[in-house]
């Protein structure tokens, strides 16, 4: 995939989905939902103390004009309804508010009204590389699992996978990332890069083409594939870079967002709905971006 607009596209056409954004108080969240609703991207649901919005919208000069305001003062209140309004169908998906990523989480996993299906929550994020002429890479998991086994890196990668599909990539080509290229017993993520490749194989994960390990040059660069002689068809030409753990998925997205310059998209992934999900510190772009993905995932 080449730039991220393509999201923009693609959120646009047919009916609007429905997304209820819980506490849009600040870092760019209420003029992302604002501009996402004006493009046709999505129909916002506001959720939070309504005369906060409603002033915060009027500091920042936004045209609250066609967006519904639910009034809950209550920070907790406020997500667990917008969590119950996805699971009844009044909305089509959620996005984190300025609120702790604790309590979404806590709200999407109520036995009662909450999103899980059983599957592990895993977060996915695109990014747009300016230095690599605007490519497109994915990276899972830098937000939600801390340090997973090689079962959870399947279904992370199950996630991310079934994702691709949905935003027209048919058969992704995904690297498992350590610090080396070849397998070493004393360092258990390029094991686990090898079974997960193996897995792939023998058709455990499929849709998609899985191999490792891979250093991070060597998954994205054919010439740095080359020089090492890895002759894979996914050396150089990665599409998801699957990390060892969260440290370094959340280091390397941080890197390419603000030394590398580039826009990203994220969004969680294994509930019944998509729920978007940024930092703070994210720009209002890459949280509109965010925001078009999940109405893409959601759609389909």
Known sequence: MDKLDFLLEESKKGSPM??????????????????????GIVQMILLGDGERIRRLAEQDGLDLD????????????????????????????????????????????????????????????LFEIPTMNGRVVGITDGGMNTYPDLNAKAQILENAVACYHKIGVAEPKVAALAAVEVVNPDMRATLDAAALAKMNERGQISGCIVDGPFALDNAVSEEAAKI?????????????????????????????INLSGGRGAGVVLGARKPVVLTSRFDSMETKLLSIALGAVVARS
Not at 71 to 90: H, L
Not at 229 to 252: Q, Y
């Open 18 to 39: 429905t997304l209820a954004l819980a506490c849009p108080y600040g870092d760019d969240a209420l003029a992302a939902a604002v501009r996402a609703q004006r493009e």
């Open 228 to 256: 090492k002689k890895m002759t894979s068809p996914v050396a150089g030409r990665a599409d998801i870079l699957l990390v060892p753990d969260i440290e370094s998925g959340n280091f390397m997205g941080k890197v390419l």
């Open 66 to 125: 066609g967006i519904s305001v639910v009034d809950e003062k209550d920070d907790g209140t406020a997500v667990a309804r917008s969590v119950k309004m996805v699971s009844s169908g009044e909305a089509d998906l959620l996005m984190k508010g300025l609120v702790k990523t604790s309590t979404l989480l806590h709200a999407i996993l109520d036995k009662e009204w909450g999103l899980r299906t059983g599957s592990l929550l895993s977060h996915l994020f």
